[in-house]
């Protein structure tokens, strides 16, 4: 399992180098190996709501629909199951750290209480912006935002003190990160490339509405994340048959697809600029980074980018969707730092940890902005 050029080498290579050769080194490989830290300039407490999938699903599904997430989810970071679907946090748990920020709870939590005064989250597992109107596509995600808003002011003017007012909600931060279902369950329901590519416009335009809305509330700060390489999840690859495969094994008309979703939501948010001058809008390259840590996996310290840690089966890809991470008959790694991928769809706790990083550099937003931009002053 291990790779030649891991971290672990070190004191393998350490009787040949000098000391200073050696401390050079390390600083090479500790800017590979970042972790995000607290380093918040915010100046007021950081109000953030988040709307997605289960890339950001902080327990919506387990408070809303009662729906079991087991160990070994959660064992790394929480020790116990939180609901969400990674061995420990989630790209949008390191965002809210970075800002000193207490993890946000979902909104479907009917036992959040006060828990709510930093924002809510409204992701669910399985989310897609269409169809519409089912739970929880992302248009009922933006409905219970406006309910939670209205009941929020409502509760606030008889004298509340634990939730957010209206200046709370103007200088929120509002981040998507939805839209890798919408491309999933097309390909899942046997549409062509073609049929797949043609839905791409709706879909984004169900975003493009979802930001308008949250600007007509007074929102004027919007963080968006694309899509991640689809076609280099090993649940993908196990599923389908015939593969078109790229140089780092993923498959190639997933991952085009999904670039050509980017592309769209990229120009969706150009467009939006204009209109809403006013608004902070931030796009963000997660598939950029996502596929430079499969691409580049041993680099990472990652040993197979494209197997699950926790599954069935074994290699190559150590996924059956029939027994799938927590289910009876599962297989999990040890190392699960050593795994991009935890359960053959969602990311390990260290790969979140590594794309937070890299999102926090701002190397990757559009306009390059730090992440605690709405909390400055
Ligand atoms: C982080 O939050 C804790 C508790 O809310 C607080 O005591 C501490 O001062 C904060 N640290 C920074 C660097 O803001
Ligand atoms: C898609 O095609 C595969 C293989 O031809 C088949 O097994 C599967 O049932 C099809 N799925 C749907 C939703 O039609
Ligand atoms: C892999 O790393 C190299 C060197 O840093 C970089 O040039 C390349 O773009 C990376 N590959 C991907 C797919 O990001």
Redesign the pocket.
Known sequence: MASSNSPLSLSVLSHQLQPITILLLTMVLMSWFPHPI???Q?KKQPIIFNFGDSNSDTGGLTSGLGFPVNLPNGRSYFRRSTGRLSDGRLLLDFLCQSL???FLSPYLDSLGGSKFRNGANFAVVGSSTLPKFVPFSLNIQIMQFLHFKARSLELVHAGSRNLINEEGFRNALYIIDIGQNDIADSFDKNLSYAQVTKRIPSVVTEINNAVKTLYNQGGRKFWIHNTGPLGCLPQKLWLVQTKDLDPHGCISSYNSAAQLFNEALRHMTLQLRSELVDATIVYVDIYAIKYDLIANSSKYGFSSPLMACCGSGGPPYNYNIRVTCGQPGYQVCDEGSRFVSWDGIHYTERANSIVASRVLSTAYSTPPTAFDFFCRN
């Open positions: 607290a380093s918040s915010c000193n920020a207490s």
